[in-house]
């Protein structure tokens, strides 16, 4: 059974196509990797996947619902730690906690059990009363795992969850992902740069460049359809070797087409 199913996807920003007939599909319990080099479509897709972008065309379905049409309840199935920071780090690791819980409407008791069992999951029980604003970079990503976790989504959506972090605080953050994914079944779907980390954990991967899908499969059949040993190498087999040197320019083309497509 399918959790996420993308058909024909389009996004548009002006004359600007992001995504460009995007088709995939999210097995339901599946950890999914989506993997392409910066600019390649990647957080554009998860923003139309978690209702923050409206399509240009193709169909979406989440958890069986429409992002577009169905909005509420396509938030009520998913969890998002997001690339960029989104923490208040003038609250505590509670009051971030209870904030969201508010938020998505969670009854006060359950809300704060359930607050209690995340801060234990991750590790973070005696750093509940802590302000925010004194955590190292890996407690904060381990808060926001917890918080995208307070109202018992059936996917987490992860953009680039451990960049940036040491290798023992990326490990401890896979392992709660894998955890989570074995117990309760969740859906995973993350981007990285990492390699290696999709490499080790990731069930299915889709590479996207240019806002087409590239290749889709595990890695396994990735590296025998590049003929290469390892996935890093099998990615730039997919993507190519040279330098995006006109990223800037292509970021502020987008940022140009989205002042278009808002007014």
């Known amino acids: 059974m399918n959790i996420i199913e993308?058909?024909?996807?389009?996004?548009?920003?002006?004359?600007?196509?992001?995504?460009?007939?995007?088709?995939?599909?999210?097995?339901?319990?599946?950890?999914?990797?989506?993997?392409?080099?910066?600019?390649?479509?990647?957080?554009?897709?998860?923003?139309?996947?978690?209702?923050?972008?409206?399509?240009t065309g193709?169909?979406?379905?989440?958890?069986?619902?429409?992002?577009?049409?169905?909005?509420?309840?396509?938030?009520?199935?998913?969890g998002i730690v997001f690339q960029d920071p989104s923490l208040d780090d003038e609250l505590t690791a509670w009051e971030n906690m209870e904030f969201h819980g508010v938020l998505y409407s969670i009854p006060k008791d359950i809300r704060r059990k359930r607050i209690t069992e995340m801060l234990e999951f991750v590790?973070?029980?005696?750093?509940?009363?802590?302000?925010?604003?004194?955590?190292?970079?890996?407690?904060?990503?381990?808060?926001?795992?917890?918080?995208?976790?307070?109202?018992?989504?059936?996917?987490l959506f992860l953009d680039e969850p451990t960049l940036g972090l040491d290798p023992q605080t990326r490990n401890h953050i896979w392992k709660y992902i894998q955890d989570l994914n074995k117990e309760e079944g969740m859906t995973i779907f993350f981007t990285t740069h990492y390699m290696e980390e999709a490499d080790r954990v990731a069930q299915t991967i889709a590479v996207i460049d240019h806002g087409k899908i590239v290749a889709q499969g595990s890695s396994a059949e990735l590296k025998i359809k590049t003929h290469t040993t390892s996935l890093e190498e099998a990615f730039l087999a997919l993507t190519g070797t040279v330098i995006r040197e006109e990223e800037t320019k292509s970021v502020d083309r987008m940022r140009a087409g989205r002042r278009m497509w808002h007014k």
């Open 6 to 55: 993308t058909k024909k996807l389009v996004k548009k920003f002006g004359d600007i196509t992001a995504v460009d007939d995007v088709s995939f599909e999210v097995k339901k319990g599946e950890i999914f990797a989506f993997l392409g080099p910066n600019g390649a479509g990647k957080s554009t897709t998860i923003k139309i996947l978690t209702t923050l972008l409206s399509p």
């Open 123 to 155: 590790e973070l029980s005696d750093r509940k009363d802590d302000l925010v604003k004194n955590f190292s970079g890996g407690m904060k990503r381990r808060l926001e795992i917890a918080r995208g976790l307070l109202h018992h989504p059936k996917i």
């Open 58 to 78: 193709g169909e979406i379905l989440v958890n069986g619902k429409n992002p577009a049409h169905e909005q509420d309840a396509v938030r009520a199935s998913f």
